[in-house]
């Protein structure tokens, strides 16, 4: 994806990697009958080598954090309660207070790192804080409320969360498909352990042992910090000056003063309005299954609360399917992606729509899934796609704050999601629904209209 009179990524030089890029005039040269899924990828822009070790590195480290995040997520009302002895709607308050949190205070550790820590020292010293926290949790006594542990874990997120999305794209800034397929990977490894804390610690802290569980955690977390240390050099282009790759210097000005926060405003937005409805996974839909869905598979009743983990499940297999299209759509570009995701999230909620207008009691397990698997792609092509544009729009010098704001948007569209939900209990169950998807698809029509702001970007 270009902007209309500039060299498209295969014809103009490249500066991410200190290297000019060879042109796609002299590759032919060079060879007269080039491979055609090489022809087919080099004509759609994007970029054919191998994806830098650096994001590898990114990927183990999100891998392992993702492990800690969803262990403590999957924990921590439990272990208030019956670990600390809270009550269980002190303990739910404080659970809402460190979860908003959590999406708020990248926003500082974005400016702290844009301005003084630098994105590597930055999610060093997250990664640091998580585990010193986790670590705090599992050596604390029963009965004993757990309030510097929590602080210490929402410092750890606020340096951690956005600082390591940012060097994504900083050590893979292509405007064609690589920025997409880099953060793609990177959702992928964080679902990774998704997808093994919730059995692993739930397993190590039954009977209400969660010491276990937490220290494990915190072993993850200084295993990312490991691998963060260990390529530390590997990670050199996330805090390197960032120049305006293969433009003069007169042009290259002119970019950096252009109104770049039009764009970055409008992926915001379009992420708030996609979040108000992808939220519902985590409590609407929790209740369909719960209360309207024939839950019996072979002779046994599933537990609602399996449909939590189902997301994360279907990303790991969903995300091989959509690499592969991606060699036969190497023309695609971020906002037809997006324009596909939104629709497919709107998709699932018209789904269910539908399942809770025929009202049948309870309904098939299969209206539920089949929500579910167009949820879960549609999250593989909106949450890389509108991370990497933020990157990609993002001035040099403010990477980490600028994308920190995507977490923010995600907060606040969480809250809406909240208020839309609390809809269920009083409204039928097909009109919450059916706003759901009317909020996707209202965010799916801003792109449309605003897709020449989104490419000349």
């Given at each position: ?8 990524s ?5 500066c991410a990697?200190g ?16 491979p ?10 994007a970029?054919?080598?191998a994806?830098p070790?650096g ?21 921590l009302?439990?272990y ?25 205070v ?16 930055a999610?060093?010293l997250g ?11 599992s ?13 210490l ?26 920025g ?16 093994l804390?919730?059995?692993?610690a ?5 009977g209400g ?6 220290a ?5 977390m ?19 000056p960032?120049?305006?790759?293969g ?9 950096r003063?252009?109104?770049?926060w ?32 024939d ?8 537990p ?20 592969l299209?991606d ?21 699932g909620?018209?789904?269910?729509a ?9 309904s098939?397990m ?50 809406a999601?909240?208020?839309?939900g ?15 998807a ?20």
């Amino acid at each position: 994806m270009h902007s209309p009179g500039m060299l498209g990524s295969a014809e103009r030089p490249s500066c991410a990697a200190g290297t000019v890029a060879v042109s796609s005039v002299d590759r032919r040269r060079r060879w007269p009958r080039p491979p055609r899924r090489w022809r087919r990828v080099s004509e759609g822009g994007a970029h054919s080598a191998a994806q830098p070790i650096g994001l590898y590195i990114l990927c183990i480290a999100e891998g392992c954090a993702g492990f800690a995040f969803y262990t403590l997520g999957a924990l921590l009302v439990l272990y208030l309660t019956e670990g600390a002895g809270l009550s269980e709607g002190t303990a739910l308050r404080w659970v809402g207070l460190y979860n908003g949190l959590c999406y708020v205070v990248p926003l500082v550790g974005g400016l702290l790192a844009d301005r003084w820590l630098g994105l590597r020292v930055a999610s060093q010293l997250g990664a640091l804080l998580f585990a010193a926290g986790l670590a705090l949790l599992s050596a604390t006594r029963d009965g004993h409320a757990p309030a510097f542990a929590l602080a210490l874990l929402v410092a750890g997120m606020a340096l951690f969360r956005s600082n390591i999305a940012a060097m994504v794209g900083r050590i893979c800034p292509g405007r064609g498909g690589s920025g997409e397929r880099a953060y793609r990977l990177f959702y992928v490894a964080f679902n990774i352990g998704a997808v093994l804390a919730p059995p692993i610690a739930g397993a190590l802290a039954r009977g209400g042992h969660f010491r276990g569980s937490f220290a494990l955690a915190s072993f993850a977390m200084l295993l990312a910090l490991f691998t963060l240390l260990l390529g530390h050099r590997s990670l050199a282009n996330a805090d390197a000056p960032q120049p305006e790759c293969g433009l003069s210097d007169e042009t290259a000005t002119g970019r950096r003063r252009s109104p770049r926060w039009i764009p970055i405003a409008l992926v915001l937005q379009v992420s708030l309005l996609w979040t108000i409805a992808f939220a519902q996974t985590d409590g609407t839909l929790l209740l369909w299954a719960r209360d309207h869905t024939d839950r019996f598979l072979l002779g046994r009743q599933l537990p609602a609360s399996i449909f939590a983990s189902v997301p994360a499940l279907l990303v790991l297999i969903l995300s091989p399917l959509l690499v592969l299209a991606d060699r036969y759509t190497g023309t695609a570009t971020s906002v037809g992606k997006l324009l596909v995701g939104l629709g497919l999230t709107a998709g699932g909620f018209a789904l269910l729509a539908i399942a809770a207008y025929v009202n049948v009691h309870p309904s098939s397990m299969l209206w539920l899934i089949g929500c579910l698997v167009l949820l879960t792609l549609g999250e593989l092509l909106v949450a890389p796609s509108t991370q990497a544009m933020i990157s990609r729009f993002a001035p040099p010098h403010r990477a980490a704050s600028t994308l920190s704001l995507w977490y923010a948007a995600v907060a606040i569209g969480s809250w809406a999601a909240g208020q839309l939900g609390a809809l269920w209990e009083r409204a039928p169950k097909a009109t919450v629904f059916i706003l759901a998807a009317l909020s996707t698809l209202f965010a799916l029509l801003l792109v449309i209209v605003q897709r020449d702001t989104l490419r000349d970007g």
